[in-house]
């Protein structure tokens, strides 16, 4: 059986986390227009007879901003090339290859593990995919180099057959059964996050953090969920929580319907908000 791990890499925003979700055919990631959305790899398992292709997801490279929290994001990347068997390298055709594409270029022709260039959004029009044809042309020592939609899922199975191919012989590393390493309670917290991420402008996102307070499930079936969102300024927590409430209500409302298609059965969702100036010195 073939077993290996398959790092997915690139600028943020390309659509690493939607690939993954495509490729294991569930929501393990949350996914927005908003740069920096993943805030840690996550692993996505996918089993077929040939084997179990273990993808981990990473945060997208972003060199735009110098606090913290990117330097982590950005380190996140470096440290999960080691054991990785292949790496998938995303390229959104839609943006120019500047500094940030680049740097990213640089990463894996240094790191010798072999490379699929995957030139994601082949589903827009034409006139949209304005770089297609830079990124044609790039050369990072890759396998080969697919053009597909990993939002309308066309052609990952030859993504999949090209991995499998690349991966070596091994014993699973996972239970046949398990989709993710993250856990059902730090999936809420992403759930949560990404409606915040949908829901509010600018800088306000990156500047938050959910916690879970307390899940419970009723005998009927329907589950209690309590959650804190910390930011780090009062003014912000005024944003989140909006004129009337106004804000919190439409986050807790996209959280809600989304947890209710998924678990079928009803959701109350609290969500307290406070500030915590110090949680992005925290972050690891
Ligand atoms: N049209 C189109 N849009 C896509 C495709 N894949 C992803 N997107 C969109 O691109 C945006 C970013 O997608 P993500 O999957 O969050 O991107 P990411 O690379 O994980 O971003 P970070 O986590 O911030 O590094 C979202 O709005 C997606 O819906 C695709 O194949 N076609
Ligand atoms: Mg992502």
């Known amino acids: 059986m073939k077993s290996g791990f398959v790092m997915l890499a690139g600028r943020s925003n390309v659509g690493k986390s939607t690939l993954l979700n495509s490729l294991i055919g569930t929501k393990v990631a949350i996914v927005t227009p908003k740069p920096q959305t993943t805030r840690h790899p996550i692993r996505g398992i996918l089993h077929d007879r040939r084997g179990q292709i273990v993808f981990v997801d990473t945060p997208g490279i972003f060199l735009g901003k110098k606090d913290r929290i990117s330097r982590?994001?950005?380190?996140?990347?470096s440290e999960t090339l080691e054991g990785v068997d292949a790496i998938v390298y995303v390229a959104d055709p839609t943006r120019s290859i500047g500094p940030e594409?680049?740097?990213?270029?640089?990463?894996?022709?240094?790191?010798?593990?072999?490379?699929?260039?995957i030139i994601n959004k082949s589903d827009l029009a034409l006139e949209k995919k304005v770089h297609l044809d830079a990124f044609?042309?790039?050369d990072v020592g890759q396998k080969k180099t697919m053009e597909l939609s990993a939002l309308g899922r066309k052609d990952l199975n030859r993504l999949v057959d090209a991995l499998f191919a690349l991966i070596p012989e091994g014993d699973p590393h996972y239970p046949d059964l398990?989709?993710?390493?993250?856990?059902?309670n730090q999936w809420l917290e992403e759930?949560?996050?990404?409606?915040?991420?949908?829901?509010?402008?600018?800088?306000?996102?990156?500047?938050?953090?959910v916690v879970l307070d307390d899940v419970q499930v009723r005998p009927n079936g329907s589950r209690m969920i309590a959650a804190?969102?910390?930011?780090?300024?009062?003014?912000?927590k005024r944003m989140i929580i909006g004129k009337g409430a106004g804000m919190i209500k439409r986050i807790s409302m996209a959280a809600r319907k989304e947890l209710e298609a998924v678990t079928e059965s009803k959701v109350f969702l609290t969500l307290n908000v406070k500030v915590d100036t110090k949680w992005p010195e925290r972050f690891v």
């Open 136 to 138: 044609r042309a790039v």
């Open 178 to 184: 398990q989709l993710t390493d993250i856990g059902h």
């Open 101 to 117: 594409e680049e740097h990213i270029q640089n990463l894996l022709r240094a790191a010798k593990i072999p490379v699929i260039m």
């Open 191 to 209: 759930l949560i996050r990404e409606k915040i991420f949908l829901n509010l402008e600018q800088e306000i996102p990156y500047s938050i953090k």
């Open 72 to 77: 982590r994001l950005n380190a996140f990347v």
């Open 228 to 236: 804190t969102v910390f930011t780090t300024e009062d003014r912000y």
